[in-house]
């Protein structure tokens, strides 16, 4: 088949291809590319704990989308889809951190390695000019549920002050491409194989000693970039054919956060995200022939936070995390994100001096 195969025989090709069960597609609902590092508020400042302490962190979240947004260029909207398509996507994800804090050089150094695992209870994009045997658009379809890519890190304390309430941490995500990704199943929450690098600031700053009326208040602002490998083509439709390359542009993403504290360690705060770039183009093959460049995924939203952390005892914590998409494009829109931290440290007894 050529370039110039009419959009007629395109559509047809993907309806034959849905009607039979054989469509694969890689659609991670968690973000639009693998690159979420899950900072908080005020995490920053755990720079302050002493050398030796080891952390335990459990994250839980439910994810619920409620529409996919198409671009121009998408492979969805090529099939002849309107910008907005309904989804019923219901997701859960669990992470769990193992944290030590070491130093070099006279500053903190934490090293951190995360596991993160999925498991999605319904899976829907619907009404579609293309059906699969149930008379549904994309959906609902068999889902590969397991392991996500797991994540080793540091965060290297640049500035730490807790007497004049000033942090500055840099980190470095390494996520690492071997979680459960088949380019037949239909839904996977993996990257295709892609190996991500992610280097971030993390900010934070108490207002107290500027305007002195806002006692217990502060500004976070974390900024990362990520660089992602080639990967493998995310989109195949069997004894037929496939897109032969995947590439990534790097993805942007920005949170500042305003955060009030009502004791030394918990606090409540409300925030903005943005997120931009993570265009995935799949180019090559015998559907790149047909379709030519085409865009699948990136990473472009609008995202509000509300946060608060509440201390049970010094040394268990629990946090809640709640957002919702504000604005989305080129992904599914998340309309609903409900996350439960819980945070065990293991603290050094200091010496009596």
Do not use: C
């Amino acid at each position: 088949m050529s370039g110039n195969l009419s959009r007629a025989w395109k559509v047809l090709l993907a309806t034959i291809a849905l009607l039979v069960g054989t469509i694969g597609l890689k659609i991670p609902v968690f973000a639009g590319t693998i690159s979420d590092t899950v900072t908080y508020a005020g995490d920053v400042n755990a720079l302050a704990l002493p050398e030796g302490t080891f952390v335990v962190v459990n994250y839980n979240r439910y994810v619920h989308a409620d529409a996919f947004v198409n671009t121009s260029n998408t492979f969805l909207t090529k099939l002849g889809n309107p910008p907005i398509l309904p989804a019923n996507v219901e997701a859960y994800f669990g992470i769990t951190r193992l944290v030590y804090f070491a130093s070099l050089w006279d500053h903190p150094l934490v090293l951190e390695a995360a596991i993160i695992y999925d498991a999605v209870q319904d899976a829907n994009i619907g009404n579609m000019p293309v059906y699969n045997a149930n008379g549904h658009g994309l959906g609902p379809q068999r889902i590969t549920n397991g392991l996500y890519d797991p994540t080793v890190f540091f965060v290297y304390g640049l500035i730490v002050e807790p007497k004049t309430e000033r942090f500055l941490g840099f980190s470095s995500y390494f996520f690492l491409p071997l979680g459960n990704f088949d380019k037949f199943n239909v839904i996977n929450f993996a990257s295709p194989h892609q190996f991500t690098w992610t280097p971030q600031l993390e900010y934070a700053e108490g207002l107290e000693k500027f305007v002195p009326g806002l006692k217990g208040f502060w500004l976070d602002v974390i900024a990362n970039a990520s660089i992602h490998s080639d990967g493998n083509p995310n989109f195949a439709i069997a004894g037929v054919g496939q897109f032969n390359n995947l590439t990534e542009d790097n993805s942007y993403n920005i949170q500042a956060f305003l955060s009030y504290y009502y004791s030394h360690a918990g606090y409540l705060a409300v925030g903005i995200e943005k997120s931009w770039g993570g265009d995935q183009i799949m180019s090559g093959g015998v559907l790149g022939a047909m379709f030519g460049p085409t865009l699948w995924l990136k990473d472009d939203y609008l995202r509000g936070h509300v946060e608060a952390v509440f201390p049970v005892t010094t040394d268990f914590h629990v946090a809640f995390d709640v957002a919702h998409d504000f604005e989305r494009e080129g992904n599914f829109r998340q309309d609903v994100i409900a996350e439960v931290r819980l945070t065990k440290f293991f603290v050094p007894t200091q010496p009596e001096k």
